[in-house]
């Protein structure tokens, strides 16, 4: 069983910067598709960013993060990172993370295309 766990979260300032940190207990970062997520209360979960299989490798921002956030793998810690600089008022949401059982990702990278999901970990931004 897949096993996802976010780490990270907190308040900050707009332009500020924050880091998140996935920790599967599996091989599950390097093997499959994985991807981060974010959700407002009453609102759709949305992609924030996808990354395929180390086979794959493609990543998928959505482009309201193009720029300003960027994701990265510690295959050696199974670890899933999302470095989120220059962040707004409009980023804030809990942020999950999400493995497909597939190292290629689906294209979209929809929510319903991801099997496995941590708890997620909330980010507040003010302005």
């Known amino acids: 069983q897949v096993q996802l766990v976010e780490s990270g979260g907190g308040s900050v300032q707009a332009g500020q910067t924050l880091s998140l940190s996935c920790t599967s207990s599996m091989h599950t970062i390097s093997r499959y598709c994985v991807a981060w997520f974010r959700q407002v209360s009453g609102e759709e979960r949305e992609l924030v960013v996808a990354?395929?299989?180390?086979?794959?490798?493609?990543?998928n921002y959505a482009d309201s993060v193009k720029g300003r956030f960027t994701i990265s793998k510690d295959n050696a810690k199974n670890t899933l990172n999302l470095q989120m600089n220059s962040l707004r008022p409009e980023d804030t949401g809990v942020y999950y993370c999400?493995?497909?059982?597939?190292?290629?990702?689906?294209?979209?990278?929809?929510?319903?295309?991801?099997?496995?999901w941590g708890r997620g970990t909330q980010v507040t931004v003010s302005s």
């Open positions: 999400a493995a497909r059982g597939n190292s290629w990702c689906a294209t979209p990278p929809l929510s319903g295309t991801f099997g496995f």
């Open positions: 990354i395929g299989g180390d086979s794959d490798g493609r990543t």
